[in-house]
């Protein structure tokens, strides 16, 4: 097995990593395992303590014995908004995971462009993640990239890192956001007490969210538009949060139980802008509110009625 560290991995430690790939397996086996030299990081056995970097290389067999996880392709109804022959645009429903974990191997949108696009999918970043250059939360909806090809892979890789890459959300939040327009530069970095969250840290890494009011609801919520000038793991979600306005019903983030119920956070990439591969065309894709962010919006707008 190998999995490629990304952005969004490094500057955790290696045995807390493979921690929560093996969900439910303890950190004691997982550090043994390393150290037993089951796993190497670039071609070499590393201390369990070590820190990932962006691009290091994990190699590894099973950690747990007699476990044999393979990817199958899976008749996933899948919505593709935009294609050409380098790549395709998809828009990721809420509620299903961007790729496999050990814990979970069916049932993602892996598992659907396996189905669809066959060997037609990147795999710079592993075979767990085929196709797959940037991510979504489980519950958060919207429009993501997927290349068909490795150099598609790379050339989309340098968009986002020179920030070439427009991406927008929509999202309602809790409370009434007191700025017309703003602009939240809080660095993001891992939380000390729970590696499965983010939190804003002196010491993380630069983070830019360009908010945008759109609507208020009295002092119940507010209808924002979000641009990402970076792309930190849950960014929208740990600024926002910051700012002492959660997105709605993002119990991990803080929100509270809101009176509309929805499958956690109400946060929607619609709308992406970016140069079509090897062309001097501009694409631009954005798509109607999905059906969680339609029922909260219906759900104020009629009270305010």
Known sequence: MLLIVDENVENIRLDIYLSELYDGISRSKIQSAIKSGKVVVNGEIKKPSYILRENDKIEFENLVENQVIKLKPENIPLEIVWEDENMAVVNKPSGMLTHPTFQETS??????????????????????RRGIVHR????????????KNNKTHEYLVNLIKNHEIIKKYHAVLVGNYPRENDVITEPIGRSNTDPKKMKVRSDGRPSVTKLKVLEHFGSEATFVELDLITGRTHQIRVHTSFKHHPVYNDTLYGAPAGKVKTQEQVL???YLKFAKPFSTEIIEIEIEPDEKLSKVLSYFRNRRA
């Not at 993602?108 to 970043?125: M, P, Q, R």
């Not at 939360?137 to 290349?147: F, Y």
């Open 268 to 270: 929607q990439s619609y």
């Open 136 to 147: 979504l939360d489980r519950n958060t909806s919207g429009l993501l990239m997927i290349p």
């Open 107 to 128: 049932g993602t949108l892996v598992n659907a462009l396996l189905y669809k696009f066959g060997d037609n999918l990147s795999d710079v970043n592993g075979e767990f």
